[in-house]
């Protein structure tokens, strides 16, 4: 694992002596740039990876432990809904590592749509795509995390520092000072850095340091609404193979209006299910009679597949998440620092798209970094007081181009609760779903393997939103459309399928006018 240096052991020490590398050299920081990464979950690791491939020395500070230590995994497992990654997440692995890429899809499952399970147990499935190439993929968000820690450790160009919690951050001088627990050391260090990335979660304390000295717009909401992980088990032993107990290759999900029950497929052969509903209904399942009573009238096939004992205890015993969404603008400062991921807009998790928008955040900041000719090679003596004005005008611009796209998506995540708990069992979404499909058919596809090689230099190609296509897919699979367009594209597309349907509605209402007159004159001759 990666640590400190003794250098740093000393309380409110700074590191200014030489600090050696994982490999056991030196860092020469009078050729590279320091960057910070404070967070080392997914998006801080894939930063840190993007950054050190463009030539700075990273050092990455987490205030937990490793989580991929034994200690930590059982902890891991009940704090965070299991992911669907999909192709923007995707994407932005493959913009910066192709063979990462690779390698996680090797141990994804795909999910080629949704399954529907209505109160009756009968079961729709609803493709995500009419033409059955697309998925998303199911993965478990440690086994993520873990994949690229992994990666990060072995890159030279990274160290990685846990049980590090950020303390302040002073940015005109350029330190960061963090504090080490007892069981460590007990001492604070300070850190120098050149460029700090906060990617420390929807409580981030890096945005908390720059609300200091940046006029920066915030919100902070919170949904009535919880959630609680649950969890379904392998199947039976068939031919010596552990079987799934529904079908794997679908996000499931049981609607129930004001609530919803979702489960997404593990390795293992087990389900990972998460209850979502409004705190007051949690709150109310406060006994085994009460948990028991309440899914065998709304869930009775989940309640048979995860067994009453298993789900009583789930139900009880594990932690109740929160559910809320951050909004925040701008999301630098000067040439010293940028927020991303949940640091800078925490979403509600409706369209799977929180940690799919948080990678995506490092592959267009790696392309602005790139095109602004932002390295973290050093061309000349550090001096705090310089400002790099190449970095300073791609931070600009990454707050100005991204804001919007990242108040679009938080604004359809929430929209999309409403269609997954409610709308998907209305016959007016069905045949809205027929017609998407018939418009989606006259759009020639665009694969996946074709956008890969342009968008890891080109963030959003224009014209990219041509012919007719659901919001789902923009969203999810069209990683060449940003966000914004794709809320404003879906609007239009909302109001000409409305203008139809009420069209086809009239046709048949005249239609049926006319052939009830008809009827009527030939029962009267």
Same mark, same amino acid.
């Given at each position: 694992?990666?640590?400190?240096?003794?250098?740093?052991?000393?309380?409110?020490?700074?590191?200014?002596?030489?600090?050696?590398?994982?490999?056991?050299?030196?860092?020469?920081?009078?050729?590279?740039?320091?960057?910070?990464?404070?967070?080392?979950?997914?998006?801080?690791?894939?930063?840190?990876?993007?950054?050190?491939?463009?030539?700075?020395?990273?050092?990455?500070?987490e205030?937990?432990?490793?989580?991929?230590?034994?200690s930590?995994?059982?902890?891991?497992?009940?704090?965070?809904?299991?992911?669907?990654?999909?192709?923007?997440?995707?994407?932005?692995?493959?913009?910066?590592?192709?063979?990462?890429?690779?390698?996680f899809l090797e141990?994804?499952?795909?999910?080629?749509?949704?399954?529907?399970?209505?109160?009756n147990?009968?079961?729709?499935?609803?493709?995500?795509?009419?033409?059955?190439?697309?998925?998303?993929?199911?993965?478990?968000?440690?086994?993520?995390?873990?994949?690229?820690l992994?990666?990060?450790?072995?890159?030279?160009?990274?160290r990685?520092?846990?049980?590090?919690?950020?303390?302040?951050?002073?940015f005109?001088?350029?330190?960061?000072?963090?504090?080490?627990?007892?069981?460590?050391?007990?001492?604070?260090?300070?850190?120098?850095?050149?460029?700090?990335?906060?990617?420390?979660?929807?409580?981030?304390?890096?945005?908390?340091?720059?609300?200091?000295?940046?006029?920066?717009d915030?919100?902070?909401?919170?949904?009535?609404?919880?959630?609680?992980?649950?969890?379904?088990?392998?199947?039976?032993?068939?031919?010596?193979?552990?079987?799934?107990l529904?079908?794997?290759?679908?996000?499931?999900?049981?609607?129930?209006?004001?609530?919803?029950?979702?489960?997404?497929?593990?390795?293992?052969?087990?389900?990972?299910?998460?209850?979502?509903?409004?705190?007051?209904?949690?709150?109310?399942?406060?006994?085994?009679?009460?948990?028991?009573?309440?899914?065998?009238?709304?869930?009775?096939?989940?309640?048979?597949?995860?067994?009453?004992?298993?789900l009583?205890?789930?139900?009880?015993?594990?932690?109740?998440?929160?559910?809320?969404?951050?909004?925040?603008?701008?999301?630098?400062?000067?040439?010293?620092?940028?927020?991303?991921?949940?640091?800078?807009?925490?979403?509600?998790?409706?369209?799977?798209?929180?940690?799919?928008?948080?990678?995506?955040?490092?592959?267009v900041?790696?392309?602005?970094?790139?095109?602004?000719?932002?390295?973290?090679?050093?061309?000349?003596?550090?001096?705090?007081?310089?400002?790099?004005?190449?970095?300073?005008?791609?931070l600009?611009?990454y707050?100005?181009?991204?804001?919007?796209?990242?108040?679009?998506?938080?604004q359809?995540?929430?929209?999309?609760?409403?269609?997954?708990?409610?709308? +998907?069992?209305?016959?007016?979404? #069905?045949?809205? $779903? =027929? @017609?998407?499909?018939?418009?989606?058919? /006259? %759009?020639?596809?665009?694969?996946?393997?074709?956008?890969?090689?342009?968008?890891?230099?080109v963030?959003?190609?224009?014209?990219?939103?041509?012919?007719?296509?659901?919001?789902y897919?923009?969203?999810?699979?069209?990683?060449?459309?940003?966000?914004a367009? +794709?809320?404003?594209?879906?609007? #239009?597309?909302t $109001? =000409? @399928?409305?203008?139809?349907?009420?069209? /086809? %509605?009239?046709?048949?209402?005249?239609?049926?006018?006319?052939?009830?007159?008809l009827?009527f004159?030939?029962?009267?001759?």
């Amino acid at each position: 694992m990666n640590s400190t240096s003794s250098d740093c052991s000393s309380s409110q020490s700074t590191c200014s002596t030489p600090l050696t590398t994982p490999g056991g050299g030196f860092y020469d920081f009078t050729q590279h740039k320091r960057a910070i990464v404070v967070g080392a979950g997914p998006v801080g690791c894939l930063a840190a990876l993007s950054l050190a491939d463009m030539g700075w020395s990273v050092d990455m500070y987490e205030g937990r432990n490793d989580l991929r230590l034994a200690s930590e995994k059982a902890q891991t497992a009940q704090r965070s809904i299991n992911l669907a990654i999909s192709s923007r997440g995707i994407l932005a692995l493959h913009a910066v590592d192709p063979s990462m890429a690779s390698r996680f899809l090797e141990t994804a499952i795909p999910m080629k749509g949704r399954m529907i399970h209505d109160e009756n147990g009968k079961l729709d499935s609803q493709l995500y795509d009419p033409r059955g190439q697309q998925s998303i993929y199911s993965v478990e968000r440690s086994m993520l995390n873990e994949q690229l820690l992994d990666a990060a450790s072995s890159n030279p160009n990274i160290r990685i520092f846990f049980q590090h919690k950020l303390v302040t951050v002073d940015f005109e001088k350029r330190a960061a000072s963090f504090s080490r627990p007892a069981s460590y050391d007990g001492f604070n260090v300070n850190v120098p850095f050149d460029f700090i990335v906060g990617a420390d979660g929807s409580y981030s304390n890096v945005r908390r340091q720059l609300m200091r000295i940046v006029n920066m717009d915030y919100t902070q909401e919170y949904i009535p609404h919880q959630y609680v992980e649950l969890r379904m088990p392998p199947g039976p032993t068939i031919n010596g193979a552990t079987t799934f107990l529904l079908d794997p290759n679908h996000l499931h999900i049981w609607p129930r209006h004001s609530f919803m029950l979702i489960a997404l497929p593990n390795r293992d052969r087990s389900f990972t299910c998460t209850l979502f509903a409004p705190t007051a209904d949690l709150a109310r399942l406060n006994t085994p009679e009460s948990v028991s009573t309440w899914f065998a009238h709304h869930f009775p096939d989940a309640l048979k597949l995860i067994g009453e004992e298993t789900l009583v205890r789930d139900v009880l015993t594990n932690p109740r998440g929160s559910l809320m969404s951050v909004k925040a603008n701008p999301y630098h400062y000067k040439d010293r620092a940028i927020i991303i991921g949940d640091a800078a807009h925490a979403m509600v998790p409706f369209y799977g798209q929180g940690l799919n928008c948080g990678l995506e955040d490092v592959r267009v900041l790696q392309n602005i970094l790139t095109r602004n000719s932002v390295m973290g090679y050093r061309d000349k003596p550090a001096d705090n007081e310089q400002e790099d004005m190449h970095l300073a005008s791609a931070l600009e611009e990454y707050s100005r181009t991204r804001h919007e796209d990242l108040v679009a998506i938080s604004q359809l995540a929430m929209k999309n609760y409403t269609e997954m708990r409610h709308d +998907v069992t209305t016959p007016l979404y #069905r045949l809205h $779903r =027929v @017609l998407d499909g018939w418009l989606t058919s /006259l %759009t020639p596809h665009v694969p996946f393997d074709s956008l890969a090689p342009v968008l890891s230099r080109v963030t959003y190609p224009p014209g990219a939103a041509r012919g007719w296509i659901p919001l789902y897919t923009m969203v999810t699979f069209r990683p060449d459309i940003n966000y914004a367009t +794709v809320q404003a594209r879906a609007e #239009r597309q909302t $109001r =000409v @399928l409305r203008n139809s349907m009420w069209t /086809l %509605t009239g046709v048949a209402v005249a239609g049926g006018i006319v052939g009830g007159r008809l009827l009527f004159r030939m029962l009267r001759s």
